[in-house]
């Protein structure tokens, strides 16, 4: 594992209650960095499984203390930008800055484009793009405000590089998410804030086991006939949290200090095929 050094940084972690969002925040904090983790905590109607909850926040803070790093944990819905603006300055009261932001938070569901209500389009794309824009945007304001730079790291997918069948929802807000990171390198690069997304291939979270549950095997398994594997090597399984995390590790870090505006696929190979 490469010796990322964080010491006296903060990092802002939304969707950090379980899943890729809490491998996000200990690894952060295993390299020296105190962690502000939020979540919803709470379910949304249209997604069919549970989202982190305020316990599951609250261990995830433990994790980071666990480490050896300061934690503060906070309930908020990143598609509200009066909850995003409060956390961004409440952080900020208690740390006296961000020096990262890991911009996770995200949900998934399935639905035929031409069949899908709206309510299930607009939470979708108010989570997985507004949701990213506002943290970015409060975080971003803040990085100009300081003066001395920042990391903007984002959670697209490799569904934002193709299309996915029953996800016409999802592939659009990871495709914003792409046009979004760019538009922001270059607006933000005057202050020497980088900006980057991450494309994972199917990662072993929460949100998978719980498409298995309310979705079925086989609907599934029709949708893996139509993509092939998520993952060329070995069972063409899924990945883990922590092959994610350390793309955020390096994208945070001086070791990208001149990587701004990019995509990077983390998909076992997903999209060479």
Known sequence: MPEYDFGGQVAFVTGAAHGQGESHAQHYAKHGADVVVTDIGHNVETVPYDLGTGDELEATADLVEEEGQEALAIEMDVRDESQVEAAVEEAVDQFGRIDILANNAGIGSMAETTE????????????????????????????????????????????????????GHYVAAKHGVIGLTKTLALELAEYDVNVNCIGPTGIDTPMISGFTEAYGEETLGEMAEMTGPWNVFGDGGMIDSKDISEAYLWLSSDAARYVTGIYLPVDAGFLAK
Not at 143 to 155: L, N
């Open 116 to 167: 899908m209500d709206e309510a299930t389009w607009d939470e979708m794309i108010d989570t997985n793009l507004k949701g990213v824009w506002l943290a970015a945007k409060h975080v971003g304001k803040h990085f100009i405000d300081r003066g001395d730079g920042g990391k903007i790291v984002s959670t697209s997918s490799a569904a934002g590089a193709i299309g996915l069948p029953g996800q």
